[in-house]
């Protein structure tokens, strides 16, 4: 086990060398991940409203929208 434990750590220990090597290829990777990224970031849609936290039959959600009905 701490023979696997050594050899984990000589070869996570390396990968900052191999960075440095192929500088050009990481910094290529990254840009081209960014990109495909970017592009897909306006499809991404956040519901952060209280009702979408909670299914319809909950408790929680019955009193909030009782809440509702009455105030707003």
């Known amino acids: 086990m701490k023979n ?40 991404l849609k956040m519901d952060m409203s209280v009702d979408s936290f909670f299914q319809e039959e909950e408790p929680i959600k019955q009193a909030y929208d009782h809440f509702r009905t009455i105030y707003w």
């Open 4 to 43: 696997q434990i050594r050899k984990f750590n000589s070869r996570f220990g390396q990968i900052p060398n191999v960075v440095h090597k192929r500088s050009l290829l990481v910094y290529s990777m990254l840009i081209l991940i960014t990109g495909v990224l970017a592009i897909g970031i306006e499809r």
